[in-house]
């Protein structure tokens, strides 16, 4: 149980990247990989886009999201442990 919820973290954290990464470049968002990533990032950044806004043109949701992941997952493995 534990390593399945240590792989779904992974996940997450690895979509979470390749959106940050993807940032950086210009790409095409239509493209069919880029649009898994987007969809599945979108519903974790979009509430924290909402709430705050980019600090000096830099977006932080990833960051916030990063950070409350973090807490989840840490509170879940007590649980587990």
Same mark, same amino acid.
Request: proline share 11%; charged share 10%; no cysteine.
């Given at each position: 149980m534990i390593e399945?919820?240590?792989l #779904? +973290? $992974?996940i997450i954290n690895f +979509?979470?990247?390749?959106?940050? %990464? #993807?940032s950086w470049f @210009?790409?095409?968002r239509f493209h069919p990989v %880029?649009?898994? %990533?987007y969809n599945f990032t979108d @519903?974790?950044?979009? @509430?924290f886009r909402n709430m705050i806004n980019p600090i000096g043109g830099? $977006?932080?949701? @990833?960051l916030i999201? +990063? +950070?409350?992941?973090r807490l989840i997952r840490d509170y879940l493995m007590n649980i587990l442990i």
């Open positions: 399945t919820l240590n #779904l +973290f $992974d +979509f979470l990247i390749s959106r940050i %990464i #993807l @210009p790409h095409n %880029i649009k898994i %990533i @519903p974790l950044l979009t @509430p830099i $977006d932080i949701s @990833p999201v +990063f +950070f409350i992941l």
